[in-house]
């Protein structure tokens, strides 16, 4: 079973910019499609972006687009989200996490493997 483990969360400044990372372990993520999602408090978990299983298709959802940017390594198995222009909104724990499909991505149904969260705090 792939586990996914998160890094790259902490305390950033508003304005600022950070990079999450979500590796894979058990396994490889080359075959599928990756996303990003985060949760604040009193919300429900959102869908920030996701990817294509080779890379050649990314969504954002609006609140983030021209911001953030979803990449990824498939030979180390790791997915990252860079964040710029970074805003007290944004403060969330973000989920990396798999979709069992290779390019489907946009619903958070099509996710079944999720990592533990990485807290990303932004502060004016």
């Known amino acids: 079973q792939v586990q996914l483990i998160e890094n790259g969360g902490g305390l950033v400044q508003a304005g600022g910019s950070a990079r999450l990372s979500c590796m894979a372990s058990?396994?490889?993520?080359?075959?599928?499609?990756m996303g990003w999602f985060r949760q604040a408090p009193g919300n429900e978990r959102e869908l920030v972006g996701g990817?294509?299983?080779?890379?050649?298709?990314?969504l954002y959802a609006d609140s983030v687009k021209g911001r953030f940017t979803i990449s990824r390594d498939n030979r180390r198995s790791t997915v990252y989200l860079q964040m710029n222009s970074l805003k007290p909104e944004d403060t969330a724990v973000y989920y990396c996490?798999?979709?069992?499909?290779?390019?489907?991505?946009?619903?958070?149904?099509?996710?079944?493997?999720w990592g533990q969260g990485t807290q990303v705090t932004v502060s004016s």
């Open positions: 996490a798999e979709s069992k499909y290779s390019t489907r991505f946009a619903s958070r149904d099509d996710y079944t493997i």
């Open positions: 058990g396994g490889t993520i080359e075959s599928f499609a």
């Open positions: 990817i294509s299983w080779n890379g050649d298709t990314t």
